[in-house]
Nanobody, 114 residues
Framework: QGQLVESGGGWVQPGGSLRLSCVASGFAFSDNAMRWYRQTPGKEREFVAH????????SYLNSVKGRFTISRDNDKNTMYLQMNNLIPEDTATYYCKRDTGDLWGQGTQVFVSS
């Protein structure tokens, strides 16, 4: 079981920044690797970033490398996605997911436009 709740989405101009949060409950967050995905209408959900249970190991979609940073605070049961230098192509609904099983959050929308 468990629950994931994302927040932090919104509208931002190109070049701006947002920080998404994903709060976990109902399972041992610190024992689990986590992921961020995103999806736009009519397209498949796309992997964005991954972080190991300790936070030491991370990986990213090529198009967000150098702009996005995934992190976690196991004391707060929370994962983050810091998004800088946003571009219109980053517009999507962003979801967090536990690495194992099929546990997803409800999503938070990000709009990047001028």
């Amino acid at each position: 079981q468990g629950q994931l709740v994302e927040s932090g989405g919104g509208w931002v101009q190109p070049g701006g920044s947002l920080r998404l949060s994903c709060v976990a409950s109902g399972f041992a967050f610190s024992d689990n690797a986590m992921r961020w995905y995103r999806q736009t209408p009519g397209k498949e959900r796309e992997f964005v970033a991954h972080i190991g249970w300790s936070g030491r190991f991370t990986s990213y979609l090529n198009s967000v490398k150098g702009r996005f940073t995934i992190s976690r605070d196991n004391d707060k049961n929370t994962m983050y996605l810091q998004m800088n230098n946003l571009i219109p192509e980053d517009t999507a609904t962003y979801y967090c997911k536990r690495d194992t099983g099929d546990l997803w959050g409800q999503g938070t929308q990000v709009f990047v436009s001028s």
